[in-house]
Each structure stands twice: as structure tokens, then as C-alpha cells.
């Protein structure tokens, strides 16, 4: 959590692969714990109880919690529901989650259902990525690299779109292929390193990942002409928290027309309103 509101930028940054660094990052930028069901007590076994039950549970066990242990808000009026849906977005939060409430738990199951907010936006393709199936032979792509421009016409890094099938892949790796800037060349560097640094801390492709690995070697840089439309549900700063969904093309769209400026105004809302201490 950062202020009024949940950091998911800062939480992502919390996995690494170094336990060292994992140790520094607790203590740097420690995280809250928000529980929303409940498997087990000691030894006894919830799972085959309903969700009703287990929550009933829950709440018994965290009486007596304080920050930064949180329990999440429950309803069963659809008004209500409606009412947190449209206004905790404004704390961070991505939507809500309905469950049945005479469910049991089931592992490895999508048993309940997540409720987004969906929006569209016109941005423009700067790069991709080639899929790991991809060969010599039958190249596929892998992901779409995206980006809007500023106010003052710099191109910032967003984030991806990766969901295709593989007719698709095949296709699109060839249209893009056409237009790729050769990564030994100076317009690739320029493209690649000139761009300003996204707000928050996000890095731009072709930066070394904290993974390990050149990006360089992976990332091809095309000239960000190429305009589509996406399916998003949440911007966290500038940059998209979930992998975005392509929807279509447009070549009407002028890329430089392609800016923040489209995008949702968020309204803020306090999450303590949400996760009260």
C-alpha cells in the first residue's frame, strides 16, 4: 500500500529471485496481508465446507486483528456491490469477486467470478517479442510491445498484448518482420534507450531484466506507426497492470494522436474506507 491507496508496482517489485534482495525489500517496502476465505483452522480440514461457512470462520479468527491484517468487505446486496465496484478502483483495486455461497472450495478450479472494468484504447504497437515456440522456419509472434505518446510527443512504454492464436502469430510475426529496425543499427538504439523513463520505476524493452538475460536479444523495435485497438481493464500509473487483449487494427488512426489524454480519470478513494485497521 502506498498513501491512500494499493501499490501494485511496489508489490511486484517484491519478487525477485535473490532471497537477499527479497529480505531488503520486506523490510524496505513491507506489504499487508488481505484474506478474503479460510481452508483450515490447525488441523481441521474447510475445504468441503461452503464458502458461508469458511467466511463465517474467517471472521471469528480475525476479530482481533489489526493492520496489516486485513479482512475484506463482503455483501450480498447487488447494490452495494455495484456502488464498491464503481468506487474502489479509485483505492487500486482491479473490480470484485462474486463467489456462491454454498461452494465448496476447489483447488485448481475457477469457482468464482472476477468482475473488471473493461475499457478500450487506441495505442501504438513499438515492438514485439517472438513466441517461445518460435522457429527460423515458422517464426510466431509472442507479444505485441504497446506505447502512447505525451503532451510533448515522446512515446512511453505500456505494456503488451500477447493473447493470439497461432494463425495469428504466424501472420502477424510476418507483417512485423517487414518493419523491424535491425538491433545493430543506430535508429535502434535511438528507439530503444532515448525514450523517456515511464514514472514509477517501469522499465522500457530492451532493458536487462532483474531475471537475468539480455532483453536486446528477444525484443524487436519496429517504427511506431502501426495503431490497434485494445481491451484493457486497469492502468496502474502509466503503465497497464494486466497483459492487454488486442481487438482490432486502425489504419485511420494517426499514431501521434495516440496519447494519455483517452484514458479514464480515475476517481481517488481512500482504501481505508476499504480495508479499515
Known amino acids: ?35 478474503w476465505d479460510l481452508l483450515a483452522v490447525d488441523d481441521t480440514d474447510l475445504t468441503g465446507e461452503p464458502f458461508s461457512s469458511r467466511r463465517a470462520r474467517l471472521e471469528v479468527a480475525l476479530q482481533h486483528s489489526e493492520a496489516p491484517v486485513h479482512l475484506t468487505p463482503l455483501t450480498t ?19 470484485v469477486v462474486a463467489k456462491p455461497l454454498d461452494g465448496p472450495y476447489l483447488p485448481g478450479q475457477r469457482a468464482m467470478i472476477k468482475i473488471k472494468h473493461r475499457r478500450e484504447a487506441d495505442v501504438v504497437v513499438g515492438g514485439f517479442k517472438l513466441h517461445k515456440n518460435s522457429t527460423a522456419e515458422r517464426p510466431l509472434l509472442g507479444s505485441l510491445q504497446l506505447g502512447l505518446f505525451d503532451a510533448t510527443g515522446d512515446f512511453h512504454w505500456i505494456g503488451v498484448s500477447a493473447a493470439f492464436p497461432d494463425a495469428t502469430r504466424a501472420a502477424l510475426a510476418e507483417l512485423l518482420a517487414e518493419t523491424t529496425v535491425p538491433s545493430d543499427s543506430d535508429e535502434y538504439d535511438q528507439l530503444a534507450w532515448s525514450q523517456p523513463q515511464v514514472p514509477g520505476g517501469a522499465r522500457r524493452p530492451g532493458s536487462i531484466s532483474r531475471w537475468g538475460g539480455d532483453a536486446t536479444k528477444v525484443f524487436h523495435l519496429i517504427d511506431p506507426q502501426l495503431v490497434c485497438t485494445i481491451g484493457y481493464d486497469h492502468f496502474e500509473g502509466t503503465r497497464l497492470r494486466h497483459t492487454a487483449r488486442f481487438l482490432r487494427w486502425r489504419p485511420d ?15 481517488g478513494f481512500d482504501l481505508a474506507a476499504v480495508l479499515p485497521s
Open 253 to 267: 488512426r494517426d499514431p501521434a494522436s495516440c496519447t494519455f489524454d483517452q484514458l479514464d480519470e480515475v476517481v
Open 1 to 35: 500500500m502506498q498513501g491512500d491507496r494499493l501499490d501494485f508496482v511496489t508489490l511486484s517489485e517484491r519478487i525477485h529471485p535473490a532471497a537477499s534482495r527479497i529480505a531488503m525489500l520486506a523490510e524496505k517496502t513491507p506489504a499487508s496481508l488481505v484474506c
Open 77 to 95: 446486496d447487488p447494490t452495494l456491490a455495484e456502488q464498491w465496484f464503481q468506487q474502489f478502483e479509485g483505492a487500486g483495486l482491479d473490480g
